[in-house]
């Protein structure tokens, strides 16, 4: 594969706050952590992966606040390399992750896959869908990567392509057409993911889940509730994906103040629908200055891209490539901190203590166990519009959380 891919250079955003998505073997450099993002451009494959691990962020949060989980001590500095990242010089780290996606052969479901058949932390990619996915697996598993890709079609093969899996992606549900919230979506994509939730619960209690499936903000806490009724919760371990949102915002930000798209990171905190998406522009890394019509302006285009979008497609569906990429991004990051990276950070809608709210979409520090840390100090110090923001969106975050709760509640239990 470092034959295959070496002679690509890709130039990729990296954040020194959130650990972006890198495909496919990708030698990660940084100038250093600090206060500044620092751009760097990646060459593929040509490294092994003890030098490549992305530094994130290590050094933006000394001295900030997070919250540790129980059993985590402070993130150490200089940041620690696991001995189990190492390899022999000029080798590839063997692929050693299990992911099944499950709603694979959809808009999303396929050029996820493909991003992350690129990855060479990845040992299977198991590809499931109630259709179609014969021909999606068939043509993945010709690329000369690592993953063994396996296809699994319809509900009786579901159990198999959960078995032995460290990761689920779950972007399986109906899209929005124009005119549609993602609300509008609960009445389907509730059932689909309980049913698929279900299947995790039994056949992999403990792997990560990540939900893309809309309405989040519901179907998030619909996968906890099932979870918690099948005695097999971890909060950690349970993410709703919100990377899309902080992709957005790092490139409209971009665009607006002619930066280098590689050199924006910013937190967009709350949730994934409409104005519970608040993107936190005065936490803008590098610093820029905002006159107010940018920030309402920006602001409302992050959180309107979905929208954006959905009419562009004007019905042929939402997001796909976009949102592929950012989940590759956030799988990525999950594999790196399921393999010891001790320095990777994502915005991601999790089970939180951050606000009063029980779901809650911040910056989380990944480890070995899932969320490890919740990143508070984003917010300290909020502008007032963002402050305000913040107390708008929550009402309607508060909604739609009870909304995912009692779908589960009110349904009948599923069977132990
Ligand atoms: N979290 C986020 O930022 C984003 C979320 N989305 C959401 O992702 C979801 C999927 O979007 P697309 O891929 O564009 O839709 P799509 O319709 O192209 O693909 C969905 C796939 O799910 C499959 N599916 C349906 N029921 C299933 C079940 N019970 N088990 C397994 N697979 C099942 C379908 O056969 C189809 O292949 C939508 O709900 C959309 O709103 C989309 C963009 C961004
Ligand atoms: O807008 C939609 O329906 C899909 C989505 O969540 C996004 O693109 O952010």
Request: hydrophobic letters at 40%.
């Amino acid at each position: 594969m470092a034959t295959a891919l070496s002679s690509m250079m890709l130039h990729t955003p990296v954040s020194s706050k959130c650990a972006n998505y890198m495909p496919a073997g990708v030698a990660y450099s940084r100038s250093s952590c600090g206060s500044k993002a620092f751009p760097t451009h990646i060459s593929i494959a040509s490294k092994n992966l003890k030098g490549a691990s992305p530094s994130s962020a290590l050094g933006f949060f000394c001295g900030e606040d997070y919250t540790l989980l129980e059993g985590h001590g402070k993130p150490s500095l200089p940041r620690k390399v696991n001995s189990n990242q190492s390899s022999p010089k000029g080798q590839v780290r063997a692929a050693a992750y299990n992911i099944a996606v499950l709603g694979a052969a959809g808009g999303i479901g396929q050029p996820l896959s493909l991003l992350l058949k690129m990855s060479p932390l990845v040992a299977s990619l198991n590809l499931y869908d109630i259709a179609n996915v014969k021909g999606v697996a068939a043509d993945l598993s010709h690329c000369n990567t690592p993953a063994q890709v396996s296809a699994f079609t319809g509900f009786a093969e579901l159990p198999d392509s959960l078995k032995n899996v460290d990761l689920i992606i779950i972007p399986a549900g109906v899209p929005r057409k124009p005119g549609m919230t993602r609300d509008d979506l609960f009445k389907i994509n509730a059932g689909i993911v309980r049913t698929l939730v279900e299947a995790a619960a039994e056949h992999a209690p403990n792997a990560w889940i990540n939900i893309i499936s809309n309405p989040v903000n519901s179907t998030v806490p619909i996968a906890a509730e099932v979870l918690k009724q099948k005695g097999v919760y971890n909060p950690r371990k349970l993410f709703g994906v919100t990377t899309l949102d902080v992709v957005r915002a790092n490139t409209f930000v971009a665009q607006k103040k002619n930066l280098r798209l590689i050199d924006v990171d910013v937190p967009v905190l709350g949730g994934h629908a409409g104005i519970t998406i608040l993107p936190l522009l005065s936490k803008t890394r590098p610093a820029v200055e905002f006159s107010p019509e940018e920030i309402e302006e920006l602001t409302v285009r992050i959180q309107n891209g979905g929208t954006e979008v959905v009419e562009a497609k004007a019905g042929a569906g939402s997001a796909t490539l976009s949102m592929a990429y950012a989940a590759a991004r956030f799988a990525e990051s999950c594999i790196r901190a399921l393999d010891g990276d001790e320095s990777v950070y994502e915005c991601s809608f999790v089970q939180s203590e951050v606000t009063e709210l029980p779901f809650f979409a911040s910056r989380v520090k990944l480890c070995k166990e899932g969320v490890e840390a919740f990143i508070n100090a984003d917010l300290n110090g909020l502008t007032d519009y963002e402050q305000t923001a913040l107390e708008a969106l929550k009402p309607e975050l508060k909604a739609s959380i009870e909304k995912g709760i009692n779908f589960v509640k009110q349904s009948l239990p599923v069977a132990a």
